[in-house]
């Protein structure tokens, strides 16, 4: 209802509405995507297209801890989120 009143009135611009609608296909697309199952896996296809974690069952260091054990384990970088 308000979304109506808003484009009734002349507050919202064309252009913005397409970005809204763009980006809410594109998200609604990837969430679809991301939990179909892969129609060639070799696990009767529980696989899914866009899996959350890499083949080996573990996340890599860089990704987990992307900032690297030396400044995490610092006292400075400590105190600082204090």
Do not use: E, K
């Not at 529980?46 to 801890?65: E, I």
């Amino acid at each position: 209802v308000l979304a109506v009143v808003l484009a009734a009135c002349g507050l919202v611009r064309p252009t913005d509405v397409m970005v809204v609608g763009g980006l809410t296909a594109y998200l609604t697309v990837l969430g679809l995507t991301s939990s179909s199952p892969r129609g060639d896996s070799d696990d009767g296809g529980r696989a899914t297209m866009l899996p959350s974690l890499p083949p080996q069952g573990h996340v890599p260091t860089l990704v987990s801890n992307p900032l690297g054990t030396t400044l995490t384990n610092s006292g400075t970088y400590r105190s600082w989120l204090r």
